[in-house]
């Protein structure tokens, strides 16, 4: 396993949530590699001979920290997890990389916990006015001979996917903070897209600590997600400039 996939994470104010689910990835994965991009602004060591942990300026951002952990992927395929994951016996990456090498898919995502989640997305021509993208729950088929899976356009941030098609793709570094649909719209017409319900990763209990410095981090940590009015007005004209639309609708 270790010889074809690489593990990636970005991690931002939760070193107590990366080394629980560190310690839960060694439980059952012990020799597979781990990239951590790190824009904290206090790195803390992260003691672990098969971790590659790379410092990033302080908040550098969501989609940058993507970027910089898939550049030093030298595996055919990663599997990309938050920090606040937890690994558990359905947290198979075997059988996600079975339906990879049996499809001709470049991404296919899992579970986290019980939320089995994925998109469609749907360009409609809207002239010179510019195109209209509709995002709507679910996907399109069942993949042939892969009953748990479905084709669709985007998923949660648990999957495995071929590292050279989404390095072709990338993520938009100007997305600093709250970014996900946004990944999937570049790779619209480009990356096949699968989602599986027979593979799972846990959530980390969402809970305000109880250590005083544990506090502060979480609060500091929460201050940090949500998009300031300016960063949401870049946002959506990214989204619609880049993209050249005149509506996005979610139904």
Not at 17 to 36: A, H, N
Not at 48 to 67: H, L, S
Request: proline share 3%; glycine share 6%.
């Amino acid at each position: 396993m270790s010889d074809l996939v690489t593990i990636t994470t970005k991690t931002f104010l939760r070193y107590d949530k990366l080394r629980t689910l560190l310690q839960s990835i060694r439980q059952y994965y012990p020799d597979i590699k781990v990239i951590v991009a790190d824009d904290n602004e206090t790195p803390e060591k992260i003691d672990d001979p098969n971790v590659e942990q790379y410092i990033m300026p302080f908040a550098k951002g969501w989609f940058a920290g993507r970027n910089l952990a898939l550049s030093q992927v030298t595996t055919k395929y990663f599997l990309w997890v938050d920090d606040d994951f937890l690994f558990t016996n359905d947290t198979k990456i075997e059988k996600l990389l079975d339906v990879l090498e049996a499809t001709d898919l470049d991404l296919v995502g899992g579970k986290v916990d019980k939320n089995y989640f994925s998109f469609k997305l749907v360009l409609e021509d809207g002239g010179e006015d510019g195109d209209c993208l509709h995002w709507r729950s679910g996907g399109y088929h069942t993949i042939p001979g892969i009953p748990q899976c479905v084709l669709t356009s985007g998923v949660v941030n648990f999957f495995l996917a071929h590292t050279n098609q989404v390095q072709s793709v990338g993520f938009d570094p100007k997305l600093s903070r709250v970014a996900h649909t946004e990944f999937f719209i570049d790779a619209l017409g480009r990356l096949r897209i699968g989602s599986c319900n027979h593979v799972s990763v846990g959530h980390q209990k969402k809970e305000v600590p109880k250590d005083k410095e544990l506090v502060k981090t979480f609060k500091k940590y929460n201050s940090f997600r949500e998009n300031t009015d300016e960063q949401q007005r870049l946002k959506l004209g990214l989204l619609y400039f880049k993209n050249r639309l005149s509506c996005f609708i979610k139904s």
